[in-house]
Nanobody
Framework: QVQLVESGGGLVQPGGSLRLSCAAS????????IGWFRQVPGKERQFLAS????????YYAELVKDRFTISRDNAQNTVYLQMNSLKPEDTAAYYC?????????????????WGQGTQVTVFS
């Protein structure tokens, strides 16, 4: 069974950091581009970052490019999102997704498999 599981979310104060993990089971991530998105209730899912299958290309949304870093460890079948300098407006449910293509993608519709999400709450 193909499954993506996010972890690492939680409560953090403004200026703090979290590292989210996206672990795959039932398939290997080696040939998949991976993306991170987030969603606030009542709003559309928002693209954050993506990484190609061999880590040769990475894309970031403008609003996070100086604070978030995407990386992957194919040996561990896991992709990470390091989030620094967190702000209250970063509060959301964070999702990882896998696309059956090697090249990094930025559109939600490009992705085929999705995790269930992990909640990040940034509060004062």
């Amino acid at each position: 069974q193909v499954q993506l599981v996010e972890s690492g979310g939680g409560l953090v104060q403004p200026g703090g950091s979290l590292r989210l993990s996206c672990a795959a089971s039932g398939f290997t991530l080696d040939y998949y581009a991976i993306g991170w998105f987030r969603q606030v209730p009542g709003k559309e899912r928002q693209f954050l970052a993506s990484i190609s299958a061999r880590s040769s290309n990475k894309y970031y949304a403008e609003l996070v490019k100086d604070r978030f870093t995407i990386s992957r460890d194919n040996a561990q079948n896991t992709v990470y999102l390091q989030m620094n300098s967190l702000k209250p407006e970063d509060t959301a449910a964070y999702y990882c997704a896998a696309a059956t293509t090697a090249g990094a993608r930025t559109k939600e519709s490009d992705y085929d498999y999705w995790g269930q999400g992990t909640q990040v709450t940034v509060f004062s």
